[in-house]
C-alpha cells in the first residue's frame, strides 16, 4: 500500500529565507510524486511532480524537489521564501496502473516579514 | 483556461437528509474523482470513475455514498442519510491520463451537517 508523511504541520520561515517541506513516502512499486499547493479556501493546484527521468524536478514559483530512492523522499524546497507563498503544502504519491492519489497530511507554511 | 466546477460552494443540511454534490471536470478528461478534507486535517480519497464505472474506492466510500455520470458533463457525489461527520469539504478533481498526469481540482463543496 502507498502512504505519504509530511514532517511537520506547520513551518515558519522568514521572508528571503530557505523553505525546506519535509516528505517521505512509501510505495512497493515505483512511485509517481507530486506536490500541490493550497490557498485559503481554493482548491489544490500542483506545483510539480515526478514520474520517470530527471530526480531533481523544477515546478513553478521557484519551486523544486529531489526524488531520492534510498531515503524514501521527496523534500519540496525554495531557496527564498516570498509572502506569497504561505500556504498549505501536500505531498502526494500514486503509481502505474492504480486509480487514486494518495495525499499527506498536509504542512502549512507560515512566511514572516 | 479550462476549469472543473463544482457546486454548490456551500450547503448545510440536516442529519438524516439526502445531499448531492455536482460537478463539471474538464471537457476532454476521462478519469473523475471525489476527495474529501475534514477542516484541518488531510486530503482523503473517495472515488475514482473511468468509463462510467468506479475504478476504486476507499474505504470511507461505503454504501452511504454514490456517483453518477448522468450525461456526458456532469460527475456528482451523492450522500444518503447525512452523518454529521460527514461535514467536510469535498473536492472533485479530473485528469486526462490516470494517475501520472496532474489532478484538476474544483474550488471545492463546503458541507455542514447540523
Known amino acids: 500500500a502507498q502512504s505519504v508523511t509530511q514532517l511537520g504541520s506547520h513551518v515558519s520561515v522568514s521572508e528571503g529565507a530557505l523553505v525546506l517541506l519535509r516528505c517521505n513516502y512509501s510505495s512497493s512499486v515505483p512511485p509517481y510524486l507530486f506536490w500541490y499547493v493550497q490557498y485559503p479556501n481554493q482548491g489544490l493546484q500542483l506545483l510539480l511532480k515526478y514520474t520517470t527521468g530527471a530526480t531533481l524536478v523544477k515546478g513553478i514559483n521557484g519551486f523544486e524537489a529531489e526524488f531520492k530512492k534510498s531515503e524514501t523522499s521527496f523534500h519540496l524546497t525554495k531557496p527564498s521564501a516570498h509572502m506569497s507563498d504561505a500556504a498549505e503544502y501536500f505531498c502526494?504519491?500514486?503509481?502505474?496502473?492504480?486509480?487514486?492519489?494518495?495525499f499527506g497530511a498536509g504542512t502549512r507554511l507560515f512566511v514572516k516579514a | 483556461e479550462p476549469e472543473v466546477t463544482q457546486t454548490p460552494s456551500h450547503q448545510v443540511t440536516q442529519m438524516g437528509q439526502e445531499v448531492i454534490l455536482r460537478c463539471v471536470p474538464i471537457?476532454?478528461?476521462?478519469?473523475f474523482y471525489w476527495y474529501r478534507q475534514i477542516l484541518g486535517q488531510k486530503v482523503e480519497f473517495l472515488v475514482s470513475f473511468y468509463n462510467n464505472e468506479i475504478s476504486e474506492k476507499s474505504e470511507i466510500f461505503d454504501d452511504q455514498f454514490s456517483v453518477e455520470r448522468p450525461d456526458g458533463s456532469n460527475f456528482t457525489l451523492k450522500i444518503r442519510s447525512t452523518k454529521l461527520e460527514d461535514s467536510a469539504m469535498y473536492f472533485c478533481?479530473?485528469?486526462?491520463?490516470?494517475?501520472?498526469?496532474?489532478?484538476?481540482f474544483g474550488e471545492g463543496s463546503r458541507l455542514t451537517v447540523l
Open positions: 502526494a504519491v500514486s503509481y502505474t496502473g492504480g486509480f487514486k492519489t494518495i
Open positions: 471537457s476532454n478528461h476521462l478519469y
Open positions: 478533481a479530473s485528469t486526462r491520463t490516470s494517475n501520472t498526469g496532474e489532478l484538476f
